[in-house]
């Protein structure tokens, strides 16, 4: 599949934005779907996880009750509402997904070309 994120932006502390992750390309019905973030100097982390069908969802501490990740598999959209930024929230956000239920440790098989965050205090 090919990922497609949209969504990013400049906005300020206690803002929301709400990134989509859409499939130019196949279908993510059967996937698992993550979002990452990538901050300059340190490793992309993963902020939250869905599962295909929506069964399952994971997310990082930071991200509880902040962040809500959702999906619309007739849109063949995944979206991550973001509420009350924060500017360490600041980065690239990236989608990625796996051919597989649920599967939150292997590898991404597929990455979208990431969207900018940018939270200012």
């Known amino acids: 599949v090919q990922l497609v994120e949209s969504g990013g932006g400049l906005v300020q502390s206690g803002e929301s934005l709400r990134l989509s992750c859409t499939a130019s390309e196949g279908s993510l019905r059967h996937h698992t779907i993550r979002w990452f973030r990538q901050v300059p100097g340190k490793e992309r982390e993963v902020i939250t996880c869905?599962?295909?069908?929506?069964?399952?969802?994971d997310y990082l501490d930071s991200a509880k009750g902040r962040f809500t990740i959702s999906r619309d598999d007739a849109k063949n959209t995944v979206y991550l509402q973001m509420n009350s930024l924060k500017p360490e929230d600041t980065g690239v956000y990236y989608c990625?997904?796996?051919?597989?239920?649920?599967?939150?440790?292997?590898?991404?098989?597929?990455w979208g070309q990431g969207t900018q965050v940018t939270v200012s205090s």
């Open positions: 869905i599962s295909a069908s929506s069964g399952v969802i």
């Open positions: 990625a997904a796996i051919f597989r239920y649920w599967d939150c440790e292997s590898p991404p098989e597929n």
